[in-house]
């Protein structure tokens, strides 16, 4: 079909050829600027620890794979040359955002945006941050005045700043910023095993009973890349039990239902247009519930 979808004249179908084609460069751009934030983000604290090691080449095996990208490959083969030697890779990372850095200028906003969300990886990659780390993340966040407008940036903010009145970082605040960063990226590689680009972020506020989902005359949008099946396969599935299915987020929306998986042709690495707008709406105390996947999946189910 060309990247056609049944029955729908022109419109592209999810994930089809034809709209991986259209999105290509703007895919790359997301993908480059999330892996150099990242590697940033590791450096940021002026060292590398051991602990940091195992997220690092898993970061590096997924950027290998959606990039082709020979500095990823020999990362990855000097992790495991290097592997006592952490200030040796520290040199390693840094050349690599120097001459990649002069290669790939951030251009849009996004950009600014994808680099910012890989950068928040790279500090909370080994679940701990430090003092350096809150100081160069507090002066990138300035850089960025379009980026604050997401409530979940200002929150971090706010912990960060918090966090270094005194001039040190406990661990409970350490643990705090890295619970306002999954927020914008998810779980660090050093608790999944994964990595966090194409994650989407935790949820604040998501339900977690799928019993308080009620389907009959209620408004679902879908996000994101679905384990259950093609979006338009889920949406059956909804109306099948009474619900409604609408493309966009507004007012009227009632569930926001987000993918494990981010959607490939998100505007952002972690968030597309429905989430953002999401995010909105509830701050001004309208939005929609927000509802991950597993437990829209247990609903259908039950």
Known sequence: MGGLSKGRGTELEYGGAALGRIHNHSNYRKVMAYWLGFLKGVLASKNIETAEFSPLKVEAEN?????KDDDAKELIEDLAIWQNEPREIFEIIQDIVDIRSKEFQLETENDDVNEMYGFCAGIACDNHITLEEVQTLLRRLETYPRIQQDSRIRNLKFSAQRAILDGRITSEESDDICDWIT??????????????????????????????????????????????????????MIEERGGLTKKTVCKNTR?????????RDWRQSHAGLKIMRAIELRGAGQGPELVHEYTLTEALTA
């Open 255 to 263: 569930y926001l239902v987000v993918a494990a998986e981010a959607s």
């Open 63 to 67: 950027f290998l794979a959606l990039l």
């Open 183 to 236: 927020q914008l990226v998810g779980d660090s590689a050093s608790d999944t095993g994964l990595p966090t680009f194409g994650n989407t972020g935790v949820l604040q506020g998501a339900l977690d009973d799928f019993r308080e989902i009620a389907f009959d005359g209620q408004m679902f949008v879908l996000t994101g890349k679905f384990a259950l099946g093609p979006r338009k396969a889920v949406s059956g």
